[in-house]
Nanobody, 122 residues
Framework: QVQLVESGGGLVQAGGSLRLSCAAS????????MGWYRQAPGKQRELVAT???????NYADPMKGRFTISRHNAKNTVYLQMNSLKPEDTAVYYC????????????????WGQGTQVTVSS
């Protein structure tokens, strides 16, 4: 089993910044993609950004230029630096990791964190 633990959420004024962290632990052989998603009240969960083990990054359009995703492979950790925050960024932010757990199988599984609340006041 694999656990993902997020931290760094909170309340911030519009224009402010927050940095989210997500650490993976447990039965981990390697981690492929890691990423951040978010879900606002009454809306579907949506992509924020993803990063591969080789550092290839993908951002959703609304986040480009404001958010920066990074990862520390040795620490099995992914980060999300969020700048110029807007009230519409208010949501629960979830970490996701695609994890290979066994040396005897190439199968990988998706895991989710419990979510961290980000609230941006106007």
């Amino acid at each position: 089993q694999v656990q993902l633990v997020e931290s760094g959420g909170g309340l911030v004024q519009a224009g402010g910044s927050l940095r989210l962290s997500c650490a993976a632990s447990g039965s981990i052989l390697s981690i492929n993609n890691m990423g951040w998603y978010r879900q606002a009240p009454g809306k579907q969960r949506e992509l924020v950004a993803t990063i591969t083990s080789d550092g290839i990054i993908n951002y959703a359009d609304p986040m480009k230029g404001r958010f920066t995703i990074s990862r520390h492979n040795a620490k099995n950790t992914v980060y999300l630096q969020m700048n110029s925050l807007k009230p519409e960024d208010t949501a629960v932010y979830y970490c996701n990791a695609n994890v290979r757990e066994s040396l005897f199988s190439t199968r990988s599984s998706n895991y989710w964190g419990q979510g961290t609340q980000v609230t941006v006041s106007s």
